[in-house]
């Protein structure tokens, strides 16, 4: 079992296997295992997403379901022996958008929170800029909003991964000490 760092950010696009092989990493984890929900049932088509997701994680996890405040839920169920996925934040924008709040400051919130957090989290969004630009303003604005809240935690995360057809990228990786000699490498 490898240690997770304090911030993980897992990266894909739709069906890219991040949902699952960020479960993995907090299940490889002892202690209690936390998934903080951003997704919202607004149709039985989502419902049964949610569902679905609910019975492949089993009764190891325990759900939080937050759609707004996700600092202040980090910030109340993270701690020792816990390990927290939140999943996703693409959705959460999506969330904040809808209910007019900036995502700038709601970014910069939740960047902040992370410094405090007593315990592993592990954050999956799906990156959306790598297609074509939207011919409508609502969409090009969410596409900007995700590529800053990526950046932002990506520069915190110790470890940020993508994935595409189930293959993992390591693009940040934790750096190790080794050898006993000092040596660090990445």
């Known amino acids: 079992m490898t240690s997770l760092p304090p911030v993980t950010l897992v990266l894909g696009g739709a069906r890219s296997g991040k949902s699952r092989?960020?479960?993995a990493l907090v299940e490889a984890q002892p202690g209690a295992c936390i998934y903080i929900a951003t997704a919202e049932a607004s149709d039985a088509e989502m419902a049964q997403r949610i569902a679905r997701h609910r019975e492949r994680r089993g009764p190891r996890w325990e759900t939080v379901e937050e759609p707004l405040e996700l600092a202040a839920t980090l910030a109340g169920?993270?701690?020792p022996g816990r390990t927290v996925l939140v999943d996703c934040l693409t959705l959460w924008l999506s969330n904040l958008l809808a209910a007019g709040r900036d995502p700038a400051s709601e970014t910069q919130g939740l960047v902040a929170c992370l410094e405090s957090?007593?315990?592993p989290v592990v954050f999956v969004s799906?990156?959306?800029g790598l297609g074509v630009i939207p011919d409508n303003a609502l969409a090009r604005?969410?596409?900007d909003h995700a590529g800053r809240l990526h950046q932002a935690l990506g520069e915190v995360a110790q470890s940020v991964r993508f994935l595409a057809?189930?293959?993992v990228l390591h693009l940040k990786t934790p750096a190790v000490k080794t050898g006993g000699r000092g040596d660090v490498t990445e």
């Open 126 to 128: 799906n990156e959306v």
């Open 117 to 119: 957090l007593a315990g």
């Open 21 to 23: 092989h960020a479960e």
């Open 77 to 79: 169920v993270a701690g």
């Open 165 to 167: 057809a189930g293959q």
């Open 141 to 143: 604005a969410f596409i």
